[in-house]
């Protein structure tokens, strides 16, 4: 018997998010679909809030092997967009390495538009497979700042990177703006291509396991800035970066007296950063900053999760770009 109703078009796993600006002068959403095992969700918020906030969230707290999610996202011209979780990606075990759990994310920014991507880190189990590919096309004066961060998987389990394979593959184009007949020119530009790829089959030939490869590490994390809303945190991580101490830039002949008289004649900024050098150090986190195409990517990694969240957080929470153009809700993730 042929069903009454017209066949279904949605496919399990997708999702459609288009901000615009308002009229009141700020951002909400146009539209706003989902299907399972992706799950969106955009609860209200104060009405001075220029950006418009989305969870993003799977059922069960994680993604199942062979999970497929492809999100679609467009912000259009001057709208802002804020995107963050409510806890760890999980990433669940898979029954056999070519069962491979992925998640998509494209992206569209029209021109003055702006979209801060804040998660928590994706934690993937032992045993599990995932690939995740992340592209951003950006039109002229669009803003996107994007976190990607993975951790070691459950410590509390005795897991140490003990999962087969973890990929993720960013990409940042820029694209020319739509013409007034709607038609947009096809010369696209490539800014920065950047891959992490974690396979347990493919460790170094004098390191028996991956978990020996990454040497301590418990999370490595890269965070891409591009656009005139993160131009000065850009230029603030490139200066923070410039700023770390070299080898034969300290005198260790200067005794604690001299240290402490300097510290207290220093500006907020600077007693900030001699704090945070002592984290860093105490933490063994690394990390560093570079212009590609005037895309500042900043890469770091650290033993202890918290470690890592905390650097980034307080860098970031520094600066106050985020906070200013997104709101406070923008760093829930990474405080």
């Known amino acids: 018997m042929n069903s009454p109703f017209p066949k ?6 997708q999702g459609h998010l288009v901000a615009k600006l308002l009229p ?3 951002s909400g959403l146009e539209t706003f679909t989902y299907q399972y095992p992706l799950k969106l969700i955009s609860p209200s918020r104060p009405s001075e809030d220029e950006s418009v906030l989305v969870f993003l969230l799977s059922y069960g707290g994680g993604l199942v092997a062979g999970d497929k999610v492809n999100l679609k996202v467009d912000v259009r011209a001057k709208a802002k ?4 979780t409510q806890g760890h990606t999980k990433v669940f075990t898979s029954t056999s390495p070519d069962i491979v759990t992925q998640q998509d994310m494209h992206v569209h920014i029209a021109s003055e538009g702006a979209l801060c991507l804040l998660p928590d880190p994706v934690q993937p189990f032992a045993g599990s497979v995932y690939e995740q590919t992340q592209i951003f096309r950006l039109e002229e004066d669009a803003s996107i700042c994007l976190l990607d961060w993975v951790t070691r998987g459950r410590t509390a389990r005795g897991e140490n990177w003990s999962f087969v394979r973890w990929v993720g593959r960013n990409e940042i184009w820029t694209i020319p703006a739509a013409q007034e007949d709607g038609k947009t020119d096809s010369r696209e530009r490539l800014l920065v291509r950047d891959a992490v790829i974690l396979d ?6 004098e390191l028996a396991k991956l978990r020996d490869s990454m040497h301590g590490v418990g999370i490595v994390g890269t965070l891409l800035l591009r656009g005139p809303l993160m131009k000065s945190l850009g230029d603030f ?6 700023a770390l101490p070299r080898l034969g830039a300290r005198d260790f002949r200067s005794d604690a007296a001299k240290q402490a008289a300097a510290l207290a004649q220093a500006t907020p900024r600077e007693k900030w950063r001699a704090e945070r050098l002592v984290m860093e150090n105490n933490s063994k ?3 560093s900053a570079a212009n ?6 900043v890469k770091f990694g650290a033993p202890e999760v918290e470690d890592g969240r905390l650097w980034i957080g307080s860098m970031l929470q520094e600066e106050g770009s985020i906070s200013h153009h997104f709101g406070d809700h923008a760093l829930m993730c990474v405080r």
């Open 292 to 297: 590609v195409r005037g895309c500042v990517v």
């Open 237 to 242: 991580f490139l200066a923070e970066f410039a």
């Open 24 to 26: 009141e002068g700020i």
């Open 285 to 287: 986190l690394l990390w």
């Open 81 to 84: 967009l804020t995107i963050v």
């Open 200 to 205: 347990s089959n493919r460790s170094h030939p």
């Open 8 to 13: 279904s078009t949605s496919v399990p796993g």
